[in-house]
C-alpha cells in the first residue's frame, strides 16, 4: 500500500447504527486530518491531529470521535447519526513543519445516513 | 479568517485549448502558501501547483501555470492544452499557521470537450 488508504470506499448506516472509518498513511507524516465534503460547499475541516495530539476540533458534534492510536492511522467513529452527515469523508496527512506541507489525501469514504 | 473564494462553479474547455480558473483569498498574513488541488470523479485529489507568497515568480508545473497577484490576492489556474484527464474539480487552497491548516474553496468543476 502506498500513499493515503481509507476503508470501507462505501459505507451505508441507519441513524442508530454505531460504525467506524479508518485511514492509514503510509508516508512517515506527523500530522491527520479528517475533512468534510459535501456537495456545493467547501471542504470542511473536523479534526487535526499533530504528533498524535489532537489540536483542532471544528465544533464537530459528539456523535463523531477520532482516535488517533498512533501516526500512521487514524479512526473516526460514528454514531447516531443524522441524515444531513452524509457526505464524502476525506483522510489527509500531511508532514508538520515541512516547507510546503502538502496535504496528500485519501480516496475518501462515501457515507450514506439512512 | 481567512477566506478562499472561487468563483466559476463550472467551467469548460475545447480539448487542446487554454483555460484558466479564477481564485481569490482573503487574509492578513504576509507569508503564506496557495495551492491548486484536482479531484477526478471518484478519485483521489492530488496537488496541482503550490506558490510561495513571498517568491514573485509565478509557479510552473508542465501545462499548469498560475497567475499570481499578490496585492490583489488572487491566486489564477491556466491549464493549456487541455486533455480528457484534466476534467476534474478543482480546488484553490491557501495554508499557513503552524500545522498549517489548510482553507478550501468550493471548487470549479471543469469539464474538456473532445
Known amino acids: 500500500e502506498t500513499g493515503v488508504t481509507q476503508t470501507p470506499r462505501h459505507l451505508v448506516m441507519g441513524m442508530t447504527n454505531k460504525k467506524s472509518l479508518k485511514c492509514e498513511q503510509h508516508l512517515g507524516h506527523n500530522a491527520m486530518y479528517w475533512y468534510k465534503q459535501s456537495a456545493k460547499k467547501p471542504l470542511e475541516l473536523m479534526f487535526v491531529y499533530s504528533l498524535e495530539e489532537r489540536v483542532e476540533n471544528n465544533s464537530v458534534p459528539s456523535r463523531f470521535s477520532p482516535e488517533c492510536p498512533n501516526s500512521s492511522h487514524l479512526f473516526l467513529h460514528l454514531h447516531t447519526l443524522q441524515p444531513e452527515d452524509s457526505a464524502l469523508y476525506l483522510c489527509?496527512?500531511?508532514?508538520?513543519?515541512?516547507?510546503?506541507?502538502?496535504?496528500?489525501f485519501g480516496p475518501g469514504t462515501r457515507l450514506t445516513v439512512l | 479568517a481567512q477566506t478562499v473564494t472561487q468563483s466559476q462553479p463550472e467551467m469548460s474547455v475545447q480539448e487542446a485549448e487554454t483555460v484558466t480558473l479564477s481564485c481569490t483569498y482573503d487574509t492578513s498574513e504576509s507569508d503564506y502558501y496557495l495551492f491548486w488541488y484536482k479531484q477526478p470523479p471518484s478519485r483521489q485529489m492530488i496537488l496541482v501547483i503550490r506558490q510561495e507568497a513571498y517568491k514573485q515568480q509565478n509557479a510552473t508545473e508542465n501545462r499548469f501555470s498560475v497567475n499570481f497577484q499578490k496585492a490583489a490576492k488572487s491566486f489564477s489556474l491556466k491549464i493549456s492544452d487541455s486533455q480528457l484527464g484534466d476534467a476534474a474539480m478543482y480546488f484553490c487552497?491557501?495554508?499557513?499557521?503552524?500545522?498549517?491548516?489548510?482553507?478550501f474553496g468550493i471548487g470549479t468543476k471543469l469539464q474538456v470537450i473532445p
Open positions: 489527509a496527512s500531511s508532514q508538520e513543519r515541512a516547507r510546503y506541507n502538502e496535504q496528500f
Open positions: 487552497a491557501y495554508s499557513s499557521g503552524g500545522y498549517q491548516k489548510v482553507t
